[in-house]
């Protein structure tokens, strides 16, 4: 077990913004409001998957809906009271590392003193619900509780985890656009093999993504199409012409014909003049960026996961 | 007829004559004073005999008051947020800002979703109100969730306050973003006493010439808007010298290097503006979300400059290449000859760059809010519409309108395509021919 502290949280944004390979939302309102939080209760107890008791409830927290919204209409903390009031779990963990989700399970944590699991459900940030290592092993995506800022609660249970996503991104929007969702509840016995383990360490170390391309964006051609940043911008670079299509996270960057990188390989733009990673929401014409990569986590490079996260699953042919 | 453009620094106030075709006839430089308004007739009495049709001043005295915590309002904050935001307001800021200006915090249920519909139904604010004014609050601040919107709760609100004591509301101040729009509203509260004696001293020091004030990104207010929304002058002293720097030396893209008494500052002109950053604008350690220039700032001037922290400042901006460095304000006269490598350059009556800023400045119009991009192209151009008609109402020639900010901000994970979005059209005044 570890302590995170207030002094990691900046670590912790700059790490979840690279994962989340340009989508997953920008953390920074997520993070102060964790650190007025710890502020009041003090530090948070990381574990890791070994340190599990065999029946200890662990809760995969996220945020689903438009990241966007919570900049405006500020987080009541009726999302994770009463959540944790009707569940009752004994460890939480955020379901995705990537993005603002980082910091959903820290929410939470911070309060009511529960331990947060050093683990997430992808690696990175990706959009959908199904779109996890708990989805890859089987497991049972429901039941699965939804709150909202102003407490109203929802319970579902579905056949399978796509519906889950269907259903569920339908009542996030009846919603107000956000709410907090726990799903793939899981006992302490069922986590190992289920999750990717190290998340928040991986997030909080120094990470050393692959260089690819120095430039400046040029032609950004994009629109919003069920609820999806899609588009894609063409950095001008030192390495020639270079493409870079995105669905909020950034999904493949090509030279001509040639494929620079793909997803589930994760895409970061830095901006060249901050220092700091792009969101796509974030891109504009002008910007001075680096193309970098970061290895997709492990449990994507097999045929399964290809087939739920790879160029394909987007509608991108190779 | 002539514009006279002035500048009300920290250390000096300096005057422009400019003509019709923008050239610069005169120019004064006299020392800023305690009260602003004796500095400022003594520079207008320098620089006569002029023929002027109007003033255009900008000054960092609103900015001055903040960073020195004087002179500013208590101020009462009422937050219209059904859900009952976990974060409080003031949250971050330097301590003595936030206990010199928040006097009292009220929430009470209203607000709106992103789709415009209700987040709950809006409670009666009389008690709230009551509460505040026995705290002794001086000014009041009204911020509801997605008020950018819909105005309407905010206005209701404050026909509940009545004439009692100033109100500010953030539906007409900022654009979407709670926690910025609710800093700029308290600030906006809280500088409403400073800056009604100070711009109300300086009318009457301007006679009758008429005094226009300019904005956070350059463009004019009127002295009436101004003492209503001060907060909207606050950074209008650098973006003054970074386009009255380019548009002395006849550049379009520069680096451009303000370095006055006290304090020096590096930004960065492409195509004839400064570049700005909407996000992550700051004043005194406090988020706001105007679109400011985006100001690298050193706390030295003059003679105490050092000259290889500013060497550290430019160098990033020079990354893509050979972009020429400007230096105008008062301290860039210290500078050793020896200093000015390739490309590096002052421009004809640099040293009063801020104040010709000033007299060049146009009129803008805003539109930021949140909608729907189903019929793209048609909301588009609902939004153009009525961004440029504000211009207009402004005092804005509308044969001059041009678009100078287009920003289109998703809101991903979600159907319908909404999205923030920020209009911004400039054009000259009307009668102005350049």
């Known amino acids: ?318 | 007829m002539n514009i006279i453009g002035i500048d009300i620094g920290g250390t000096n106030t300096d005057a422009v004559l400019v003509n019709k075709e923008n050239i610069i006839l005169s120019s004064v430089k006299y020392p800023t004073t305690e009260d602003i308004s004796v500095g400022f007739s003594e520079a207008l009495k320098q620089l006569q005999p002029y023929d002027a049709e109007s003033i255009f001043l900008g000054t960092t005295h609103a900015t001055n008051a903040i960073l020195k915590r004087k002179g500013l309002y208590r101020v009462g904050l009422i937050r219209i947020a059904g859900q009952r935001p976990l974060l409080p307001p003031a949250y971050g800021w330097p301590r003595d800002l936030r206990e010199a200006v928040l006097g009292g915090v009220e929430t009470i249920d209203g607000g709106f979703e992103c789709h415009g519909g209700p987040l709950t139904p809006l409670s009666n604010a009389k008690d709230a109100i009551e509460r505040l004014l026995e705290k002794g609050v001086e000014s009041i601040a009204i911020v509801g969730v997605f008020s950018p919107i819909n105005g309407e709760q905010e206005k209701q609100i404050a026909e509940l306050v009545g004439q009692r004591i100033p109100i500010s509301l953030s539906s007409e101040i900022g654009g979407i973003g709670f926690i910025e729009r609710e800093n700029s509203t308290l600030l906006n509260a809280a500088l409403k006493k400073v800056m009604q004696t100070g711009f109300t001293s300086l009318q009457k020091a301007a006679g009758s010439i008429p005094l226009k004030i300019t904005q956070n990104d350059g463009s004019l207010i009127d002295m009436a808007r101004a003492i209503e929304y001060p907060v909207l002058t606050i950074s209008a002293g650098p973006t003054n010298s970074f386009m009255g720097g380019v548009r002395l030396a006849g550049l379009d893209h520069a680096i451009v290097v303000d370095i006055g008494g006290t304090s020096t500052d590096v930004g960065l002109v492409r195509k004839g503006f400064p570049i700005r950053s909407v996000n992550q604008s700051h004043i005194g350690g406090v988020m706001l979300n105007f679109p400011m220039p985006d100001v690298c700032s050193i706390a030295m001037g003059g003679r105490d400059l050092v000259l290889k922290q500013l060497d550290q400042l430019i160098a990033p901006l020079q990354k893509k290449g050979e972009v020429p460095v400007l230096f105008v304000g008062g301290g860039s006269a210290l500078l050793p000859a020896s200093y000015f490598k390739k490309g590096y350059q002052k421009p004809p009556y640099f040293t009063v760059a801020n104040a010709y800023g000033a007299a060049l400045a146009e009129i803008s119009g805003t539109v930021d809010t949140v909608v729907s991009l189903r019929n793209r192209e048609e909301v588009l151009h609902g939004l153009y519409e009525m961004a440029q008609q504000r211009a207009v109402d402004l005092g804005a020639n509308p044969a001059t309108l041009r678009l100078i900010d287009q920003q289109i901000i998703p809101y991903s994970y979600v159907p319908n395509q909404m999205a923030r979005v920020v209009i911004r059209y400039s054009g000259k005044r009307v009668n102005r021919p350049h």
């Open chain 1, 1 to 318: 077990m570890r302590q995170l502290t207030i002094q990691d949280l900046d670590a912790l944004s700059l790490g979840a913004t690279i994962l989340g390979s340009g989508g997953g939302g920008d953390p920074d309102n997520a993070r102060m409001l964790t650190q007025y939080l710890m502020e009041q209760y003090g530090p948070i107890n990381i574990i890791t998957v070994d340190e599990l008791k065999p029946d200890d409830l662990v809760v995969p927290l996220s945020m689903m809906g438009a990241p966007l919204i919570n900049r405006e209409r500020l987080m009541s903390g009726k999302e994770w009271d009463i959540l944790l009031e009707r569940v009752k779990p004994t460890v939480l963990m955020s379901a995705e590392i990537g993005g603002a989700n980082a910091f959903t399970a820290l929410l939470a944590a911070a309060k009511s003193g529960l331990p947060v699991l050093d683990a997430d459900m992808i690696g990175r940030a990706f959009p959908e619900l199904q779109m996890s290592s708990c989805y890859l092993n089987h497991r049972r995506a429901t039941p699965a509780v939804m709150v909202d800022c102003l407490g109203n609660r929802l319970v579902l249970e579905t056949t399978d985890a796509k519906t889950l996503e269907n259903i569920a991104r339908a009542a996030t929007v009846a919603m107000g656009s956000s709410c907090l969702i726990a799903f793939y509840l899981m006992r302490g016995s069922e986590v190992a093999g289920s999750v990717v383990e190290g998340s928040l360490s991986k997030a909080l170390s120094h990470l050393e993504p692959k260089m690819l391309a120095h430039g400046t964006l040029v032609d950004i051609d994009q629109e919003v199409q069920a609820g999806f940043l899609q588009g894609s911008v063409t950095i001008q670079s030192d390495q020639g012409k270079i493409q870079l299509f995105y669905q909020n996270e950034y999904l493949l960057a090509k030279r001509g014909g040639e494929v620079l990188v793909a997803t589930p390989d994760i895409i970061v733009l830095m901006d060249a003049n901050s220092g700091t990673p792009l969101t796509s929401e974030r891109l504009s014409y002008g910007l001075q960026v680096s193309l970098m990569t970061l290895p997709a986590p492990e449990i994507w490079k097999t045929a399964e996961g290809m087939q739920l996260v790879g160029p394909a699953a987007f509608g991108i042919n190779l």
